[in-house]
């Protein structure tokens, strides 16, 4: 089973810029794909960004195309989250995820099957 480990989170004015990390533990680590999600406080779990490992293809939420981009750094078995020019509304506990088997949709959260303990990111106005 991985073991996904989030960090990076934390308080930011409007305008800022975090960038999360999401460790993976394992022996080996060659999921289908990697995703970030987040969840705002009383609304359901959103998709934010997702790639495929194997192959070159990256997805992101609309409301985050633009301004976040997913990456990954395989010697450190780490995936990233930069997250630029963030608004108040990107205020949520932020998960990084892996889908260890396909094909599935990277966009729903039933895909995936590690699921990291979250990270906070809050943006103040």
């Known amino acids: 089973q991985v073991q996904l480990v989030e960090s990076g989170g934390g308080l930011v004015q409007a305008g800022g810029s975090l960038r999360l990390s999401c460790a993976a533990s394992g022996r080996t680590f060659s999921p289908y794909a990697v995703g970030w999600f987040r969840q705002a406080l009383g609304k359901e779990r959103e998709f934010v960004a997702s790639?495929?490992?194997?192959?070159?293809?990256?997805a992101y939420g609309d409301s985050v195309k633009g301004r976040f981009t997913i990456s990954r750094d395989n010697a450190k078995n780490t995936v990233y989250l930069q997250m630029n020019s963030l608004k108040p509304e990107d205020t949520a506990v932020y998960y990084c995820?892996?889908?260890?088997?396909?094909?599935?949709?990277?966009?729903?959260?039933?895909?995936?099957?590690?699921w990291g303990q979250g990270t906070q990111v809050t943006v103040s106005s």
């Open positions: 790639f495929r490992w194997n192959v070159q293809y990256t």
């Open positions: 995820a892996a889908a260890l088997r396909g094909p599935t949709p990277v966009f729903t959260t039933w895909s995936y099957d590690s």
